[in-house]
């Protein structure tokens, strides 16, 4: 069973199976019903998570009902423990959206929120991050996650971002990172799915962020905050929620 899970949740794309799971989503959650973890996006309880990784699979990383991973739990709980987020009326651009987040996004009636993408049928606005077809100054809030590390000239999206945002805006942009790289490690003659996903981790990546990458937002014009966010929480609380400790959670602000 493990093995069958394995296959279906590293082969099948995540968003498909996120798809699929807003039917099969009742079914699945009594499935799993339990009070080892539970996902603070949902609010569900489960007994277990599921495995997920390239790879080397995670345990506990996935969640049976909204499908998040640690890295969309900790988002989540940043948002509701730190932010106004969830009360005050704010203009949000979110790049190439999670789905989960997306449907919750789009119910709030406290949020002016717009989805885009160059490629996802799902968005508002097919939109190139290289050349954002928004005016200046626009938004409160921005979210871009897991999208840089497949743009070579990510300087080039990091400007557009910044553009876009308000002063006195913030936002989140979570990339693949390794905590013990200094330099980020590029190379762009790789190009090879295979090779991609032996050096970057991914077949459709260019790069493994090391912890410049926050030099490179500065260089764009972010004031930049390093959160490890998840130490905040207790040993049993990260467990329990199926957090990773020592992930960074990558917060930017537009002064």
């Given at each position: 069973m493990k093995k069958i899970s394995k296959f279906i949740l590293n082969k099948i794309p995540r968003p498909f199976l996120i798809s699929l799971s807003v039917f099969f989503r009742p079914l699945i959650i009594l499935f799993f019903k339990g009070n080892k973890f539970t996902d603070p996006i949902d609010g569900n309880s489960y007994r277990k998570?599921?495995?997920?990784?390239?790879?080397?699979?995670?345990?506990?990383?996935?969640?049976?009902?909204?499908?998040?991973?640690?890295?969309?739990?900790?988002?989540?709980?940043?948002?509701?423990?730190?932010?106004?987020?969830?009360?005050?009326?704010?203009?949000?651009?979110h790049i190439a959206p999670e789905q989960e987040f997306l449907r919750k996004f789009k119910k709030m009636k406290n949020?002016?929120?717009?989805?885009?993408?160059?490629?996802?049928?799902?968005?508002?606005?097919?939109?190139?991050?290289?050349?954002?077809?928004?005016?200046?100054?626009t938004y409160d809030v921005v979210f871009c996650n897991h999208?840089?590390?497949?743009?070579?000239?990510?300087?080039?999206?990091?400007?557009?971002?910044?553009?876009?945002?308000?002063?006195?805006?913030?936002?989140?942009?979570?990339?693949?990172?390794?905590?013990?790289?200094?330099?980020?490690?590029?190379?762009?003659?790789?190009?090879?799915?295979?090779?991609?996903?032996?050096?970057?981790?991914?077949?459709?990546?260019?790069?493994?962020?090391?912890l410049d990458y926050f030099d490179r937002l500065r260089n764009s014009g972010f004031q930049t905050e390093i959160s490890y966010y998840s130490q905040k929480f207790s040993s049993e609380e990260i467990e329990k929620f199926g957090l990773m400790k020592n992930e960074i959670l990558p917060v930017v602000y537009k002064n």
């Open positions: 998570f599921l495995p997920y990784g390239y790879g080397k699979s995670r345990e506990n990383a996935l969640s049976p009902g909204t499908l998040s991973l640690e890295r969309h739990r900790q988002m989540w709980l940043f948002l509701e423990n730190e932010t106004e987020f969830f009360t005050k009326n704010l203009k949000v651009l949020l002016d929120y717009t989805s885009a993408d160059l490629y996802s049928p799902i968005v508002d606005v097919k939109a190139d991050i290289l050349n954002l077809p928004f005016a200046d100054e999208v840089l590390e497949h743009i070579e000239d990510d300087a080039k999206a990091m400007s557009e971002l910044y553009r876009v945002m308000k002063k006195g805006s913030w936002g989140i942009f979570q990339v693949p990172m390794k905590n013990s790289l200094a330099k980020t490690f590029e190379d762009f003659t790789i190009t090879d799915p295979k090779e991609r996903q032996k050096h970057f981790g991914q077949y459709d990546h260019v790069r493994w962020y090391g």
